[in-house]
């Protein structure tokens, strides 16, 4: 009997849970664009079955998707998941042809990280205030994120026992689950520990809410919309205005690293977390032009001294 697409896609979803080990929204996300895959199929009038799957459907979804998504990247993510399913549908036997290389990605404009201007950064940092205990959070938080580099995720995800007594060391979990070690600041371990010692409450998150109609004092953990918030209003309060989220944080601690470790590459891969050296690749553009800046700039200097 033929296997069926939906079954195929249970199996695959299944396998992405249990045995690649990818994160919850990576399992949502794939398993929604293979949906709209086979509602589409259907739709069409096809047998929704493996065995009857064919490139002229791929195409036909291809350039449905193409007057439906205007973005390429968002084709691009709708495109990925199909043909990673595609893969590994092929893979496991359940089709005698691999079908993924019929699926073209749309080619993606380049767009390189944009950390925070390290002046900046630096003004930010040191007008953060921090007379109340909320606005003790939010300085704890940025000095975190800038600290680490962590996502908004990682951090959000972190409980107070997380918080080393000594040290600067902590554990944090990010994509799959994979564990990592950071590195906190003096600055940013000061000011998580100003934070954590003028709380009163009982909740076990790092990072909380201070809304009290958020529930039980238990259950008050920050949400990444609650954080995205906080940015919003540190960056019109301050005029931070090159700190647009929580994720720039991140990308402002890689580029920091890439220029003070030299260029060490595979160290800021440990740091972020990333599988992919590739994602990398952005931000050591972004080195690579402050240092041709540095160097015209130091080549002016000496062509005015010449003249001198």
């Known amino acids: 009997m033929p296997l069926a697409l939906q079954a195929a896609s249970n199996e695959y979803i299944g396998w992405l849970q249990l045995e690649a080990n990818r994160s919850p929204n990576t399992v949502r996300a794939y398993d929604s664009e293979i949906r709209k895959l086979l509602g589409f199929l259907a739709g069409k009038g096809h047998s929704l079955t493996v065995d009857g799957l064919r490139h002229e ?83 704890a938080l940025v000095q975190f994120l800038v600290s680490t580099g962590c996502r908004i995720s990682e951090a959000l995800a972190l409980d107070r026992t997380d918080f080393p007594r000594s040290g600067s060391r902590l554990v944090v979990t990010g994509k799959g689950s994979k564990q990592r070690s950071v590195y906190l600041t003096g600055d940013a371990r000061a000011a998580m520990e100003e934070y954590l010692n003028a709380r009163e409450d009982a909740c076990l998150a790092m990072f909380i809410n ?25 960056r019109r309060e301050l005029g931070a205005w090159s700190f647009k989220s929580p994720h720039v944080a991140r990308h402002t601690a890689a580029t920091t690293l890439l220029e003070v470790t030299g260029g060490d590459v595979r160290l800021v891969q440990e740091v972020l977390g990333h599988a992919n050296l590739n994602t990398l690749q952005g931000y050591t553009k972004i080195v690579d032009s402050r240092k041709q800046e540095a160097y015209r700039l130091y080549q002016e200097f000496l062509d005015r001294k010449k003249k001198a």
Not at 214 to 223: H, I, M
């Open 57 to 139: 459907d791929l195409r036909a979804y291809q350039q449905y998707l193409a007057g439906r998504l205007k973005s390429p990247a968002s084709r691009a993510r709708a495109l990925v998941a199909i043909r990673s399913w595609l893969r590994w549908i092929a893979r496991e036997g359940l089709i005698e042809r691999d079908l993924s290389n019929g699926i073209t990605l749309p080619k993606l404009e380049e767009r390189l990280p944009k950390p925070i201007d390290p002046d900046e950064l630096t003004r930010l940092l040191a007008a953060l205030p921090h007379e109340t205990v909320m606005e003790k959070r939010d300085r």
């Open 210 to 234: 201070f809304d009290r109609s958020a529930g039980d004092d238990r259950e008050r953990r920050l949400t990444a919309a609650g954080a995205r918030y906080i940015v919003k209003q540190i």
